[in-house]
DNA sequence: ATTACTATGTACCGAGTAG
DNA sequence: TCTACTCGGTACATAGTAA
């Protein structure tokens, strides 16, 4: 379901007509409430609660507020939109994130190498993955919206497993394009989940090799989020 | 502003999801209810509210309803959907509208010619026009909505004049690609402005020649509804 | 000028229920 | 079953006003 109150839309179209997606805008509560046909009243609980739910933030610089959408509240209102967008056009939604290459620990290659996890993959995503990750570092406020709403589509899961010594989480998968050729799947593992600013790529060959790659290169992904319809 | 009443849209929605928005599709309140996580009092008044505006249309058979979504209940969520695209996206709303070549009265080639519009075209939208228009049927409701949608949109206006005789109305003008290549314009005249079934097309030269149309053939137009931003 | 409090009104909702 | 009425409660709005 729609996770934005309904009463709050046409707010957030008047921020967002005002510019207020990512950099602080200058708007009095009463000049909002004209746009949306309501009191000043109105407009300044509407902004108080959405301050207060977190989708915006406001900061005060003498009398006047500034007002700024926040990463949530433009993932709620790029939420309906992608759902407008489903219905009206059934369209898919694809979503297209850019990142950084950077190193991580190498533990992706440990996770990647163990049987535990590599029977599912080749069951649910269809390949064997090469044992390692490659680590993009979102860097736009876009990119980690876009990685944030990924939360709310369907996914592949991969279960998680224990081998005696200890127990390994859950994970889940998006079939993706990897700069729109080679074929591969993001993965979000469960102790990481929670980080927006990161992105795991798995692909059935080294993708770092097959690409050149380097720390600070960029690379696009591609996710179809949904397999069909 | 947005032409919907904001407790609307859930329930638009969910009608859209069901496929409501060109057939009939038989759905309970209750039902409904529980989609939107509302009562099913609330569903079913909203439906009577709908259909009292003359967003969704029902019949009923039987015990049950089947629920439509109308023309202009289509126009009102994509007006939501391209007010959200331009506020998200930032893209210029284009329409491609398609139709079907037929003869009109030839009406048309009077109007054109005549000195009190033709020199408000010259100035406004750039260009002399054959004198004559090309007649558009368009045939899908999808094409009729955008055709209605456009009345929303901001337009080049041709002010009405008399001649001592008669008074001619005034038109309205949307610059438009003809089959994605020539320059020409939509024109909607006051006298029929009421007609969403039909587009009338002019450009400098004569489409019907240089594209060697021939009544029944189809023709795409795309409009950029927007002048800049 | 602001924003946001309190008190009062209105619109909207759900419970109960009839047709 | 279904839809949609009445009615009483709640959520949301505005008026008035303080800071």
């Given at each position: ?52 739910i977190g989708y915006i933030k406001r900061k005060r610089s003498g009398g006047k507020h500034s007002i700024k959408i926040t990463e949530e509240g433009n993932a709620v209102i ?82 998680g497993f224990e081998d005696g010594q200890r127990t390994y989480g859950w994970a889940k998968c998006y079939l993706a394009k990897i700069n ?50």
């Open positions: 379901m729609v996770k934005v109150k309904t009463r709050h839309i046409p707010i957030f179209i008047e921020l967002l007509l005002l510019g207020a997606k990512e950099t602080y805008i200058q708007v009095s509560t009463t000049s909002l409430a004209n746009k949306i046909d309501k009191s000043q009243q109105a407009a300044s609980r509407h902004l108080l609660e959405l301050e207060d790029m939420d309906l939109y992608l759902l407008l967008q489903r219905v009206i056009e059934g369209k898919k939604p694809v979503f297209e994130m850019n990142g950084e290459v950077f190193s991580g620990l190498g533990e992706g290659a440990y996770y990647m190498s163990m049987n535990g996890y590599r029977r599912q993959f080749v069951k649910h995503i269809g390949f064997d993955p090469y044992p390692g990750t490659l680590n993009l570092k979102l860097e736009t406020s876009a990119d980690r919206q876009q990685r944030r709403f990924l939360d709310t589509q369907s996914n592949i899961h991969i279960d729109n050729k080679l074929d591969g799947a993001i993965i979000i593992l469960e102790r990481a989940h929670y980080d927006h600013s990161v992105i795991e790529v798995i692909a059935p060959i080294n993708i770092r090799e097959r690409l050149k790659l380097k720390d600070g290169d960029k690379l696009s992904i591609t996710v179809n989020t949904m397999k069909n319809q």
